[in-house]
């Protein structure tokens, strides 16, 4: 509360004054009783004095209108729209999402501090609420080779950072629940605030271990059995339902037949697409799926807003009563969340437009894809009589199978064909020359190669494709491009998606990056790469060790449930 | 966390060590899903690190019992049950309560941070959670009469003493809602903690402001319609079951009958004295009565526990779940609360006995009642002819009526009879000489006086009779004690209870306490006051001028509603 303010607003709140701004005449719902009530919302500066009958300066009819609490992402990743922070407020704003807590790790993977804090910067002035989690696990695992490590010792440094709220999801579930020394230092220096988690198919006595440590949150359920162990435990669920991973109908239909008391669960996107998020919306999204699937619409909203709120603190936000920031939103319609208008601080901001100030040409986040030399035969993967290990993909899932297959050969290397690919991970940030490369199987990608240089959380260089010429091709385009995504075939690159600020994000407005996402897209499926599997974002996926089953880093295939690489093949 | 201790934890957690104990065969009550679910609950050092399957190095079987979170006493003055803490505990502890927030300003008006500080040490070695709300009103309005006034600077001093959570009542809501400085440096203060509210029957637009200045509980609710007003503005409900103020009967069933989400609804018993407590039990008795009215009672065990926890910011307690305090009670019968062990920190402490150093004689805080010598007619009252202001008073509330009454009289002088008493608040730190005097009625004392050191919340000397010389009496009586209660007919006293700290707790072991205060009820009872009317208690509010709707106070009768003296009576 401001309390240099507050003598005037209490003024306005009692009804002695005229308020600056009064919305009349909303159908408004109170996230604290499940009631829709008939009233006004009284406003001074950025914040709602009262809810009842009021007179302002300003008025504004909201003509019985519906009036909900602004949305919020309960855990994002910036770097994953492949937009500027200003740039996805342009799309996510209007969609009513006006909290956004992020968890910048992978920038931090890349370039450290440097890269956090180029998103801290750029979330300063619009028109939402962007906190930040600051990332645990840089790199992810202490196996992984990424652009940079984020210690304790640094952390420290930065945790009372502006908009900091807590601890970013503790991936390395092992360091947790064995009781690693630097990961204990990170859990204990955010002793007292949000601690988020990240724990796939973790479950009994290393769930309980995982909790004991303190970590309150998790986004990683796929099935309402998951989530209601987790809740048993107190932790908060957070839904998720972003581009790749999505597991809100499963766990929605859950909450929906058990009855069970949803105040512990929230709405996420994790990563999501700015082409998603254009097409089918973003926290509106997932409360007009949860209505759908049968979950009565106060507790939807209340999951996209208090219930959010109160998880991390926020004392401020996710209900519209008094003290509450005026962030609000005006639906024609609560079931189908038809928006009329989106209220940030008090003023709309449904039309707002960013202006974001360029990246410099020579800024240090522009240049930061180092590949080393690679030989023609770099991608060569001797196959095994007996059969190999293979990562399987999952229409759907980030969940890989672990597989093990006879694969196509000539002259003992393996070729790509029937339903198998060719994965290669290639060291970005230090141009060491680490080369891993291993089987994919349902990939389906014929006639070429697709490459990424977001490939989480290391961010390494990514490429699958059928044969090596191809695949080689299209690391020397993102190593040219500096970062971003590249469909090749014949040894030409048919379409590049720059991005580059750290070889994650475009500078581009998202017009231009939806319409050449969408276009490369198109051109994946027509590649071969079903539907379900989504050609980029799946990807992006196969090199991060934290999720299981099976995954390939710069040194190897790792199997994530033994937590081990697997023993190198023979070439 | 102890994360030093956490990789031990871990391995027990994971079952990998057996834990230091386990509590084989629950049915263990989940306050997350609002389950019931067998199991084994594991615990090293005072944590619970797992729920399931689990072998311990010492194992306690259940044999099927139900198990519950340990208890929390939402909103407590410890000065009220008349005990020291230790005694209090020794009484509340085998009641199930295992955690106590504690307000202590009824010692703060007698002795400011002196006082408080005495609650502080003596709930240091104690088998419970004492917690501490800093007194934000004392005096309670700038009316008073207190023996101490206690700053916001003084508050700044103190704000980060052990166990001090927030900021207490702020019963004061007109310096709240007007803006007073010293109150918004208060407010500001505790900015992002806890900060209790007190708005007895507070409404629309006030009540707004009162939110607005971020005050986030009430625990003064009478109706359930005012309950669901405050509610709807996000505070949380603390339903108050104490000695003198009872109203969990009307909350319970409003929020039975209307279905609203009880997650913003808590427990608290205000003022309860030890004799109420010995007799009826504490937090047990809440939830034992909601069960009674129809509340389901997972709900009534998590307004018990965890929705305090939550309100309170206290995440370690509440909860039967990994990383949760180890404090809970074993229940012979769900509904029932019937009890058959208290666990705090893993341990058994049903049968913990209080060993509460003594006060030293020379204490301070023993040495609190100084009173002007006072003349014979110090309590006269003149007699208006065409009637006067008359606190009423209302069996079973400890709000009064503001009464307008034809007094009987002699000479132009009110005297006492036909269901009119004369209560008299005689200034008693500072031997001012201070004294008001009006007309209650329906007390319904005859022959004698009545009186008391407890008068919240300046504690003042109250006596009430229905003749001059033995309420001159009493107060003389309560002079030489050093405080506490007494009750004089013709001119002796019958029976005195010394509170000799603090002239509001007695030094002496509950059963001393319990035993003088039944008989010293009794003895009212048979003097006229009714029941329904708590001799002690009602006596104890009829000076504070924070509840509604007429007090009187050392310097005349008081009007809540308008909170303005009323114009004093011509004698």
Known sequence: ????????????????????????????????????????????????????????????????????????????????????????????????????????????????????????????????????????????????????????????????????????????????????????????????????????????????????????????????????????????????????????????????????????????????????????????????????????????????????????????????????????VVLRDLRRVDIAVVYHKGKDVAGWSAAAPPLAPDSPLRHTVHVAPLAPEAFRLKAMEGGQDVIGLIAGQLATEHLTRKLPAQNGWFVPCDGFNKLAVVERHHATGAVGVAPIMDYGLRDGAIATTVSHDSHNLLVAGDNDADMLAAVAELARVGGGYTIVSHGEPLATLPLSVLGLVSDQPYEEVEQKLHHMISLARKMGVPEGIEPFITLSFLALPVIPAIRLTPRGLFDVEKFAFIASQPE
């Open 1 to 328: 509360m401001n309390y240099q303010a507050y003598p005037a607003w209490a003024r306005a709140a009692r009804g002695e004054e005229a308020a600056e701004t009064v919305f009349k005449n909303g159908r408004i719902l109170n996230v604290f009783t499940g009631e829709v009530l008939p009233g006004d919302i009284a406003v001074c500066g950025d914040t709602v004095v009262g809810v009842g009958r009021y007179q302002g300066k300003r008025e504004i009819d909201l003509g019985g209108q519906f009036v909900v609490p602004g949305f919020i992402d309960a855990h994002l990743h910036l770097e994953s729209t492949m937009v500027t922070p200003p740039f996805l407020l342009e799309s996510s704003v209007p969609c009513g999402t006006t909290t956004y807590i992020a968890d910048p790790h992978e920038a931090a993977n890349v370039m450290g501090w440097e890269g956090i804090r180029y998103f801290v910067d750029s979330t300063r002035k619009v028109p939402a609420n962007v906190y930040f989690m600051l990332p645990s696990c840089v790199p992810a695992t202490p196996f992984e080779m990424s652009g940079c490590t984020f210690s304790a010792a640094e952390m420290d440094k930065y945790k009372d950072y502006e908009r900091v709220l807590g601890l970013g999801e503790v991936m390395d579930y092992v360091s947790v629940v064995t009781g690693e020394p630097e990961m204990m230092d990170k859990l204990a220096q955010f002793e007292g605030r949000p601690r988020d988690g990240h724990a796939p198919g973790l479950s009994g006595g290393d769930l309980s271990a995982y909790a004991l440590a303190g970590i309150h949150t998790d986004h990683e359920c796929m099935t309402f059995e998951d989530a209601l162990e987790k809740r048993r435990m107190g932790m908060h669920i957070h839904v998720r339902e972003g581009s790749a991973g999505k597991n809100l109908e499963a766990l929605v239909a859950g909450i929906v037949e058990s009855g069970v008391d949803t105040a512990g669960f929230s709405f996420c996107t994790d990563d999501a697409h700015i082409e998603d998020i254009r097409r089918q919306g973003h926290i509106d999204h997932c409360i007009r799926r949860a209505i759908a699937l049968g979950l009565a619409p106060a507790k939807a909203y209340a999951m996209a807003s208090i219930n959010t709120a109160q998880c991390y603190g926020l004392r401020h936000l996710g209900a519209i009563a008094p003290g509450y920031q005026a962030d609000f």
